[in-house]
């Protein structure tokens, strides 16, 4: 088990201290993309933050189904090339 990263990050203007497993400059750049997401909702609308957080997440969600089923379509593509089977273009 590796040693816990304790850090201060700033995500919507107020202060998070995360504390996790992962590499330091990851968790890092998850909190600056996070910040990043909740501002862009908070500088189109007039939501109190609570809600900016909630509408971002649903944000980085969809983008997060959607790359995984765009990795699901290069598997199969892969798979069926692997075993010579023809692959169909979208």
Wanted: glycine share 4%.
């Amino acid at each position: 088990m590796m040693p816990a990263n304790t850090m201060t990050v700033r995500i919507g203007g107020r202060e998070y201290t995360l504390s996790t497993e992962q590499n330091e400059e990851l968790a890092l750049r998850i909190a600056a993309y996070v910040d990043r997401k909740v501002n862009e909702v908070s500088l189109h609308t007039a939501m109190n933050p609570e809600i900016a957080a909630v509408v971002a997440a649903l944000s980085i969600a969809e983008e997060l189904f959607k790359a995984q089923e765009a990795n699901d379509i290069l598997r199969n593509r892969l798979y069926q090339a692997a075993n010579g089977e023809e692959t169909e273009l979208p």
